[in-house]
């Protein structure tokens, strides 16, 4: 089933990028092709669980769901790449299919070798480096918990400026 979906040649970066900023305003073929770039991810996984399920066939159909979901949910100002943040939901998936709903944020982190970031984690930052704009998207971002669409439309810019914003002002914090 997910083998007759594959792309045949794999998506650049840039191409992948496009295409999630084109998701991102739910471009359907821009979300059909994403899906299909990570059709190798969703196969591998699947396949792991092959022995715990009725079908492949349900297995596949279950790592689509997770796609769709990654695509939607994801944010790449998080420093997560989209195939890391798609394998997490299609696992998610499958397992809460399989009755397993034991898929813990941080077990998946250790077992991706910490690529993924948890939101529940807090530090104390000091935001006294940033301009005053870029403290009032960190605060509506992550304290006030906005979406990019919502934070675009108060500040009068589109979403991937917002992006833009964010991901600027998380580099001038780093530790």
């Known amino acids: ?52 399920a009725e079908t ?8 689509l769901e997770g796609l769709a979901i990654a695509i939607r949910k994801f944010d ?3 420093g997560a790449s989209l195939n890391t943040y798609a394998s997490y939901w299609v696992k998610a998936k499958i397992l809460k ?28 930052v000091d935001l006294s480096k940033l301009t005053e704009r870029e403290q009032l998207v960190i605060k509506l971002r992550f304290t006030d918990k906005m979406g990019l ?11 991937q400026r917002v992006r833009e914003i964010i991901k600027r002002a998380l580099e001038k914090v780093r530790i």
Do not use: W
């Not at 970066?13 to 899906?35: G, P």
């Open 149 to 159: 669409k919502e934070i675009g439309a108060e500040l009068s810019v589109c979403k």
């Open 97 to 124: 299919a399989l009755g397993d709903n034991k898929l813990d944020a941080t077990e998946y982190n250790d077992e991706l070798g910490g690529a993924t970031k948890e939101p529940e984690e807090t530090k104390d």
């Open 1 to 52: 089933m997910l083998r007759d979906l594959m792309l045949k040649k794999p998506l650049t970066q840039d191409q992948v990028d496009t295409l999630l900023e084109k998701a991102q305003n739910e471009d359907t073929q821009a979300v059909e092709l994403l899906i299909r770039h990570l059709v190798p991810t969703a196969m591998k996984i699947s396949h792991m669980y092959n022995s715990r």
């Open 76 to 78: 790449p100002v998080f």
């Open 56 to 63: 492949i066939d349900d297995l596949e159909s279950y790592a």
